[in-house]
């Protein structure tokens, strides 16, 4: 069931995701019926929430086991007499998901508030009517007084409206379980666990803010180790370290550092033991590269103009080649993306094969994602070796928490595999030192 339109895209926004996504070797790959059908069932999807909410356990200092009997006391408060469960992933041990109820479309006469959410941002502060276009959210009671709301701005924070009666009723953990748990898109989870951390490497994470990858990582390594964090926004790399403070993990640095510059190719200082690094000093490297974004859930609408979505392929590329000159021979680099286009996806791991001959591409494990999208001129065999993470691929429908209670375990795992936020994951071996190369140029 669709209770949401569409993601309102700009029309040349738009068309260039329909042109890649009905690309060539997609449409010969089934129809162009078929791949159409898929891009718009994408759209659909993208303006809707995951039917789960995912929670990665901070496995450095507390059992997962303890830490669901904690969660599911946390839900009988939030929720009652209502059987929330909580399962265990069997693929990634250290997470949990939580169904989300809904979608619950209720407006009993007498709710104070009903909330509105305003798609193409036309609503003027202060206005008292609109008629633009607009989707019902669900009911609540205001907090505040409008008088209130308006006299506070730009400084106001805190709860504005408490939400009775959402369309879709979710879990919240805000201030639950703050040193045991860490909110995070399943597909964001799968990320530390391609990438393999053991115990005393040397590992690092160039776009790392808030940290979600760099404590997973860290937690992984069992804290013995080093991991170095990068992130170009110092508020960015101050809420990372305080993220790696309450979750007890001590083997994580984190720097104020632009990424595209971590390579030392002279023997200038830097920081001590921070960046720029000489050539070659990590045994594994992960790039979530700064992206679109067009994967994020739910998302109604997007306003970014054609310019700005494809201004992160340079970008990336200049972030690649400064990860394959600071991996080691035989480490390995994992890229991801939490977006859908081809361009910064498939087509970056064709033209990473193409720049970089001492790079191989790996199968990856855990595998729950599907595989890589036709369109980049990558083989068969090459496309199963990544994950790509589609939500279109799950029809909307009606459920509830009863419902998905009632379900068998290994269907609600697939419907958490699949029903996620759209991302990408690609995992590199080097293979041969490149220092050569770099003192050349």
Known sequence: MYVFPKISLRPDVENYLRESFLNEEAVSASSRQEAERKFETLLLRLSHPPSLTTVRVNTHLISVQHVRGLLL???????????????????LPDVLLIPMTGPRIVMKAGDVISVYSDIKGKC?????????????????????????????LPD?????????????????????????????????????????????????????????????????????????????????VNKLKQNASLLGLRSIRAFCFDATKALKLDTTDGIEGGPPFLPESFDRIILDAPCSGMGQRPNMACTWTLKEVTSYPPLQRKLLNVAVQLLKPGGVLVYSTCTITLAENEEQVA?????????????????????????????????????RFDPSVV?????????????????????????CIGFFIAKFLKCQSTKEKVSQK
Request: glycine content about 10%; some cysteine.
């Open 73 to 91: 006391e946390e839900l009988q408060k939030q929720f009652g007499e209502s059987s929330v469960p909580v399962l265990q992933h069997p693929a």
């Open 156 to 236: 106001l924070k805190g709860i504005g409206i408490r939400m009775t009666e959402p369309i879709y009723l979710s879990p919240s953990f805000d201030n639950v379980l703050p040193s045991y748990i860490f909110l995070q898109n399943l597909p964001s989870t799968v990320v530390a666990h391609v990438l393999d951390p053991q115990p005393g490497e040397k590992i690092l994470d160039m776009c790392a803010a808030p940290g979600g990858k760099t404590t997973h990582t860290a937690a992984l390594m069992q804290d013995q180790g080093e991991v170095i964090a990068l992130d170009k926004i110092l508020t960015k």
């Open 395 to 419: 029809p909307l429908q009606n459920r509830d928490t009863d419902s998905l209670g009632e379900a068998r375990r290994e269907d609600v795992i697939w419907l958490a595999n699949k029903d």
């Open 351 to 387: 033209w990473a094969l193409r720049t970089f001959p001492c790079l191989q591409l790996q199968p990856q494990e855990p595998q729950i994602g599907g595989e890589g999208m036709v369109g980049a001129g990558l083989t068969l065999e090459q496309l199963k070796q990544l994950q």
């Open 124 to 152: 003027k502060k202060g206005a008292k009517e609109f008629d633009g276009t607009k989707v019902f959210l669900g009911n609540g009671i205001s907090e505040l007084s409008r008088k209130d709301i308006f006299n506070g």
